[in-house]
């Protein structure tokens, strides 16, 4: 588990207000459910044979109540659709969600124990154009977030039946190979075979090679459905491989697989940036009616490790330096008044030289520095630093607001406020009043 400190959190808003964007010009409107949720509902949903289950999730029982800290997303929310009945309300739901979820895997880099993950459903929509959309929109949002060159890998493992012929199939040819599996994949043998085809080992690798591919095995509506899917990336442009081996680990899903990877460099090839795929029948399985969906989730951690993104450092606007105990009280209220008027502004309330105090604006990445001294009260004036300009000049007290403010807006620019500003203006909007400006 990972600690946020703030000269990080930049790059966190800026991020997580890329993706609220960009799900939001997508129809998708925020979903928040419980960290907690009875430890049933993800055996139910992920599957007692998965590693999430087996292995990693934090559970423990609540006055008899076995509840577990949510491993993902997904389930919390279709949960929630059943719960409210959504399925009378309206016949599409597009939700997405952000936040905190726990596994307790082996920490790695971009892999924690508690890590966050952005993510989105779409309850009601069968169609492989719903599909499509979604792993093209996703392309867009890593590329607006710094991640150049996200690739696409796609799968169908067909409706529940396709996949029942096709484990049996799978189970039939690596059945005379199965001394030569890992052990872990001798007992996924029993338990969930599919899980065999995504095995990191090389002695299950080799097993698999030449096995038969789920792709063969679709039925006719999978197969309607999986060339559709395709035919609607082409419309869109959007690049994809295709991966018959691609399975993933949780068992709710079925048809659509898909997983976006990128930025080998900075996280290595096995690291999936997002992942997704169609769960048809969840909602039934927890007590709702037939409804299809689809969602994906990406980790948020790794999407950052990835990202090219730069956010600018500056804390504050403006840094107001009081020389003295009675030069404190007007810079108290100076700094009120520019709050007032939307400026972000610290007040060095330290005592310190002005000197020290200098060096401070400098650090905050503060625009202007304003002293006040003894005589500047009795003379109703401050001393403007434009520290981007460095010009100084005597500004009347009443005039300091509307001057910085029209300074801002008009004046020239410093080298690091310029390269900020059009580093934002690829990405996002950004103010001289931004709030998610991180520590220099
Ligand atoms: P999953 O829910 O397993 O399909 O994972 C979806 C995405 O969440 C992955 O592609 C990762 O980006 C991210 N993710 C999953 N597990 C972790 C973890 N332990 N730490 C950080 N990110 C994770």
Redesign the pocket.
């Known amino acids: 588990m990972n600690d946020v400190l703030p000269g990080e959190i930049g790059r966190w808003h800026r991020v997580e207000a890329a993706f609220r964007s960009s799900m939001g010009r997508l129809g998708y409107r925020e979903v928040r459910t419980p960290y907690l949720e009875p430890t049933g509902l993800f055996v139910r949903t992920i599957g007692e044979a998965t590693d ?1 289950v087996e292995k990693e999730m934090y559970s423990f029982v609540f006055h008899d109540e076995p509840l577990t800290l949510r ?4 389930a919390g929310a279709a949960r929630a659709y059943v719960e409210h009945k959504i399925h009378n309300v309206e016949p599409v739901s597009r939700w997405f969600y952000l936040g905190p ?1 726990f ?1 307790g ?1 082996r ?1 790695a880099k ?4 508690q ?3 952005v ?1 989105a459903e779409c309850f009601g929509d069968p169609g492989p154009g719903c599909d499509a959309e979604m792993i093209d929109a996703l392309v867009g949002f890593l590329v607006e977030i710094g991640i150049p060159k996200p690739d696409v890998f796609i799968n169908s493992i067909g409706n529940a039946e396709t996949r029942e012929r096709y484990k049996q199939a799978l189970v039939k040819a690596l059945e005379p190979k199965k001394e030569t599996l890992s052990a872990d994949s001798q007992r996924r043998l029993v338990t969930n075979p599919l899980r065999i085809l995504d095995s990191k080992h090389p002695a299950d690798k080799a097993a698999i090679e030449g096995a038969p591919t789920v792709l063969d095995f679709l039925s006719d509506e999978d197969r309607a459905h999986w060339d559709g899917l395709r035919r609607h990336l082409d419309a869109l442009g959007t690049a994809y491989t295709v991966d018959p081996k691609l399975v ?3 068992d709710y899903y079925g048809r659509t697989l898909f ?1 976006i990877k990128g930025a080998y460099d900075k996280l290595g090839a096995g ?6 795929g169609r769960y048809d029948g969840m909602v039934e399985e927890l007590g709702g009616p037939k409804v299809p969906a689809i969602g ?8 950052l490790i990835a990202s090219d993104l730069q956010v600018p450092t500056s804390v504050v606007d403006v840094l107001i330096a009081p020389l003295g105990e009675r030069a404190v009280d007007a810079a108290l209220v100076l700094g009120r008044d520019l709050r007032r008027a939307d400026v972000r502004c610290e007040v060095d309330t330290r005592n310190a030289s002005i000197k020290a105090q200098l060096r401070r604006a400098n650090s905050l990445g503060a625009r202007f520095a304003i002293i006040v001294g003894d005589r500047e009260i009795d003379e109703g004036i401050v001393e403007l630093k434009d520290l981007a300009n460095r010009t100084q000049e005597r500004v009347a007290r009443a005039d300091v607001v509307p001057r910085i403010l029209a300074r801002s807006a008009h004046g020239v620019v410093s080298a690091e406020v310029e390269s900020a500003a059009s580093q934002a203006e690829a990405n996002a909007d950004v103010s001289l009043s931004a709030p998610d400006a991180g520590d220099p």
Do not use: D, I, K, W
């Open positions: 999430v491993p993902e997303g997904t979820m596994r895997e920490p971009g892999r924690y124990r890590f966050n993950q993510g993933r680990g949780l997983e690291s999936t940036l997002v992942g997704g994906f989730a990406a980790g948020l951690e790794r999407l």
